[in-house]
């Protein structure tokens, strides 16, 4: 594209207005236009002197070009403007966008800017809003900072948000939220260990309310973080701040004086937890904390999750709290939140291992077996199947009883020892969650790839504050 940068050249303008066009009118979109033999794109320019004051951005259909105004602010501070200073329209992607939607839409239709009637140029300016509106979300790094917060709200605030407040989600947010204006008798202590976690918190009373002081020290925290900007003290907000202790090498003020959970989240560093068994889990604990978390449990995903929790706590060899909440995510998605062993949607329709093989039986005799997915991570393969029991020290039986991969005790020590110790992949979960820190993304990697690979991420980071708050 040419520009012609006038009496406003300027390398932040013209870099601003090049940068701005490009990401909606790419190579491809030009040479697709010229293929369908439309007219070439415009020609942008910068406003010349006698259009050098005008306050509006346009398109010129009649030259092809974009021109872009500018304007003085106010000699009185207003937002983030400089008082008498000038602003310039070519600086805004969404004014660069939108007027360029009108000269896109003009070179596809050039007939649209005929005013046949009321509704053709009302299609050319909502047109033009929608793509300068759909361009923000080409901006992957601030659509993800803006989005991921709202995305890993608990089921608990997200009830509470909706005056749901006669539901299980609602009831155990309760216990575990405190709002603007609400006292709780160890807020004092929370208080304490802020004002010392944070290098520009500003002064916060020694009073047990939740006064708009401390919600704006919260605020500044949550933003820090990339956390949720609710301004609601939740379990990640101990998290956070005990976060910021341990890369001080200081402790929290005074933990005695909150509760368990709130304490166990500031105090616990989970690399330095290898050593640590998780025999002494409040499963209770885990599972209303898992319900606020993630929404309301049916029984039988009640009993399926208070299973996998003892399983955890009574296995010696989950030497590291992060190995059981990883376990737990990859079980919540592998198993679609059912909490219990299932077999693969479809059954192996389509795929090999889906297929009725003979094997010898106990007594000798021939049995036809299919060695599709069952259980926590989706066992498949009769040679998986074989080896899978010989390493459980069961011998043939998983070859010769596939279905016996759904029960939970046997479905656990498959996950539990193929996880931790490579056997699905090569790769072992102490490769990517030790002492240095827990890459939950990759740690995908010890079960199918990066197959939701993010989603799991995220559920681990809540199971680790869940484990973190009731071990």
């Known amino acids: 594209m040419t ?58 259909p009649r030259h092809g070009e974009l021109r872009f105004g500018s304007f003085d602010t106010a000699s009185t501070v207003s937002g983030r403007n400089v008082p008498g200073g000038k602003i310039s ?29 009321l509704d053709v140029l009302a299609f050319h300016e909502g047109f033009a809003d929608l793509i300068a509106l759909f361009q923000r979300f080409t901006y992957k790094e601030i659509v993800g900072r803006a989005t991921r917060p709202q995305l890993r709200s608990s089921a608990g605030t997200r009830a ?40 520009d918190c500003p002064a916060l009373d020694a009073s047990d309310l939740y006064d708009l002081t401390t919600v704006q020290a ?8 990339r956390a949720s900007v609710d301004g609601i003290i939740g ?38 937890m290898r050593p640590r068994r998780l025999e002494g889990l409040d499963i209770g604990g885990a599972i209303d904390m898992a319900e606020y978390s993630f929404g309301a449990l ?43 062993p299932i077999e693969e949607y479809g059954k192996g329709s389509g795929r090999a291992y889906g297929h009725a093989v ?23 393969w009769r040679e998986n199947y074989l080896a899978m029991g010989m390493r459980l020290g069961i011998g043939r039986t998983l070859e010769i009883h596939p279905e016996l991969a759904l029960d939970p005790d046997i479905a656990y020590r498959i996950m539990s020892g193929g996880m931790r110790n490579g056997v699905f992949t090569g790769r072992a979960l102490d490769r990517f969650i030790n002492a240095k820190g827990a890459d939950y993304l990759n740690a995908r990697r010890t079960v199918n790839g990066l197959d939701q690979a993010a989603v799991i991420e995220g559920y681990a980071n809540r199971f680790e504050s869940i484990l973190l708050a009731c071990s």
């Open 235 to 272: 379990p990640s907000t101990p998290m956070i701040i005990g976060g910021r202790f341990r890369s001080r090498n200081a402790v929290p003020s005074d933990t005695g004086a909150v509760p368990r959970w709130v304490a166990r989240l500031m105090e616990n560093d989970p690399a330095a």
């Open 298 to 340: 049916a029984p039988n995903q009640r009993s399926g999750l208070t299973g996998l929790l003892r399983a955890l706590a009574a296995d010696p060899a989950i030497s590291d709290l992060r190995w059981g909440a990883y376990m737990l995510a990859t079980v919540k998605h592998e198993c679609a939140g059912a909490w219990q």
């Open 218 to 225: 919260i605020q500044r925290l949550q933003t820090a973080s």
């Open 3 to 60: 520009f012609h940068p006038g009496h406003l050249s300027g390398e932040i303008q013209v870099e601003a207005t090049t940068s701005g066009i490009r990401a909606f009118t790419p190579d491809t979109l030009q040479r697709s236009l010229a293929d369908e033999g439309l007219r070439p794109g415009p020609v942008v320019s910068l406003p010349s002197g006698e259009t050098a004051s005008t306050q509006s951005a346009y398109y010129d």
């Open 160 to 199: 509470l948000s909706r005056g749901l407040k006669d539901t299980v989600e609602a009831a155990a947010a309760e216990c575990y939220l405190v709002r603007p204006g609400e006292s709780r008798p160890w807020l004092s202590a929370l208080k304490a260990s802020l004002q010392r976690c944070m290098e």
């Open 89 to 117: 329209l070519v600086l805004s992607h969404d004014v660069v966008v939108h007027e360029m939607s009108h000269a896109m839409l003009d070179g596809l239709r050039s007939h649209f800017l005929h005013p046949s009637n």
């Open 358 to 380: 003979s094997v010898r039986g106990e007594t000798g005799r021939p049995v036809r077996n299919a060695y599709y997915g069952r259980g926590y991570v989706q066992l498949t």
